[in-house]
């Protein structure tokens, strides 16, 4: 796509070209109207006092930061921001920890097994999470298949409790999002000459070194980018802690269905949307600001 | 070696539990513990699914929502991926990356501040709604898809056109477009795909009139767990890979029309 492709149609200077913008405006108008201004109204409903009578959603003509306020301020909050930034870093941990090793193998496996593998992780995108989910809670369950190999095999006395914990959390939500870091540093290592590493290896590098110096340090700004979006998508989880967790271990997106549908207090359901999204926001800034000083430092 | 038997138990991972829940829709069983001590195959939850209206109700609103979805996500996506992949403007990574954040908004975040538009508008409780909150994620994919599909196209075939006499409309239609069909088939397959299992945002704007399949299925999921759930999910992995195999069947035609 160089500029002096025959693709780009070019004006002279000074002159704006309305054919793209005209292209474009479909896709802009619904972003504008479907996804900024609900973003916007998300913003104001949050200020609005909650509704005090049967029929209405917010207090008309209201308003306060007194929903900020409690968010901010009240324990329970503050306990649910550290579980739901708890179990953000956990999954993100465990999706990078079964991601990258993953993705490395995808680069050299030959055509059959790639396909193979590429399958394995794609089918599950290609359904219903809730399946896989259910499928889980079987599989986890006390009298599921992976205790009844166990207890039969008399490894274990008792069922081991892999249910309705920490732990079945942890497995779900890796499980939904494991595919994203998997395809983004699939595809980077994609773009790395193998034969880069034969010279790393030529010059005398253990297999592992060779690994290190080239395509893992090539890769570097995917893999952050890769656990940015993970830990984005992990601070959001909101199926695997209700269908395998427990109450206790609920995150902030939880609360923010539990807001709206059952306290029928959408202005602090809203709140809560509302910083969620600034977090990430940060987050977001922060990576950025990061891979700009490791590309830096690698010299690009 | 070990390489490999890490690859084989990760896929073990990320594919027994869909392959245990098909297992359950057909297993002759009434409850979840299952020991398989009966051993019977039988259809009797799927057909417990197709005689539950409310079931068969939810499947009717998820296929009416997957196919609002679809055109509407493909005609933004696919006159956005012409402007970005045919001309420079300023402003360029910009737009690109407004585009695609959508993809990187919690779910949640998308379902309430939906449910909050929708509802101050009146749009709430429509197929519609949920049909234009889907569209939210499934346009960046499908921009993305033709994005691909664009560049890999040789404009050059395009100007030949056009110094052949096609006027640049023609020429768009007559040479690109047909190459477009492969980029086309895989944009609808991932927009329907996408709204027919998104289930967070459908969450949020569902009433009880425009509960889909995925809505219906998550209650039953969360309290009351039958093996009806698992047949119920079956019929959505089904739909996926019968629509999977239309979409490879089209593009295999599409090489027999243009060899």
């Given at each position: 796509m160089a500029a002096a492709s025959p693709t780009f149609r070019q004006l002279g200077p000074?002159?704006?070209?309305?054919r793209p913008w005209l292209l474009l405006s479909p896709c802009l108008a619904t972003l504008g109207l479907f996804f900024v201004v609900p973003l916007a109204w998300l913003v104001r409903l949050s200020l609005y006092e909650r509704a005090t009578g049967p029929g209405g959603f917010y207090l008309a003509d209201t308003l306060t930061v007194e929903h900020y306020g409690r968010v901010l301020t009240d324990p329970y909050f503050n306990r649910l921001a550290f579980a739901t930034a708890r179990l953000g870093l956990i999954v993100t941990v465990a999706a990078m920890a079964l991601a990258y090793p993953l993705a490395a193998y995808l680069w050299r496996a030959g055509p059959g097994l790639k396909g193979a593998t590429l399958l394995a992780v794609l089918l599950p995108k290609f359904t219903n999470l809730l399946v896989a989910m259910y499928g889980l809670l079987v599989l986890l369950a006390n009298a599921g298949p992976i205790n009844l190999v166990l207890l039969a095999s008399g490894l274990i006395r008792e069922p081991l409790p892999?249910?309705?914990?920490l732990f079945a959390v942890v497995v779900g939500e890796t499980l939904i999002i494991a595919p994203y870091p998997i395809l983004i540093i699939a595809t980077a290592l994609h773009g790395v000459d193998s034969q880069l590493v034969d010279a790393a290896r030529g010059m005398g590098a253990g297999p592992l070194r060779a690994f290190f110096e080239v395509p893992f340090k090539l890769t570097l700004p995917s893999v952050l980018l890769a656990a940015l979006v993970s830990l984005i998508w992990a601070l959001g989880a909101f199926t695997a802690p209700v269908v395998l967790g427990n109450p206790e271990l609920y995150p902030a997106a939880v609360e923010v269905y539990t807001q709206t549908?059952?306290?029928?207090?959408w202005p602090l359901g809203a709140t809560l949307a509302v910083v969620n999204s600034l977090f990430v926001l940060v987050l977001v800034l922060a990576a950025y600001l990061l891979q700009r000083r490791i590309e830096r430092g690698l010299g690009r | 070696m070990i390489h490999h038997l890490f690859a084989l138990l990760a896929a073990t991972y990320l594919l027994a539990p869909l392959l245990f829940c098909l297992l359950v829709s057909v297993a002759d069983s009434n409850t979840l513990d299952l020991s398989f001590s009966t051993g019977y195959l039988s259809l009797r939850w799927y057909r417990e699914f197709f005689a539950d209206p409310r079931w068969l109700a939810g499947l009717w609103n998820s296929l009416q929502i997957a196919s609002i979805t679809v055109p509407l996500a493909l005609v933004s996506g696919t006159t956005a991926a012409v402007a970005f992949e045919r001309w420079r403007f300023r402003g360029r990574a910009l737009v690109g990356a407004a585009i695609l954040t959508p993809l990187f908004v919690p779910p949640v975040v998308l379902g309430i501040q939906s449910l909050a538009f929708h509802q101050r508008i009146g749009l709430w409780g429509t197929p519609l709604s949920i049909a234009i909150a889907h569209s939210l994620w499934a346009t960046p994919l499908v921009f993305t898809v033709m994005r691909a599909s664009l560049a890999s196209i040789d404009p050059l075939l395009e100007a030949a056109a056009c110094g052949l006499g096609a006027s640049p409309l023609r020429a768009f239609v007559l040479v690109t477009a047909p190459q477009m069909l492969p980029g086309f088939v895989t944009a609808i397959f991932f927009a329907f795909v996408i709204s027919l299992n998104e289930f967070i945002m459908a969450l949020f704007l569902a009433t009880p009139r425009t509960q889909t399949l995925p809505t219906l299925i998550w209650p039953q999921v969360r309290y009351n767990v039958t093996p009806v759930v698992a047949a119920a999910s079956g019929v959505t992995i089904l739909i996926t890979v019968g629509v999977l195999l239309v979409a490879s069947r089209l593009m295999d035609l599409r090489k027999m029309l243009t060899s």
């Open positions: 000074g002159r704006v070209d309305p892999m249910f309705a914990n549908f059952e306290d029928v207090n | -």
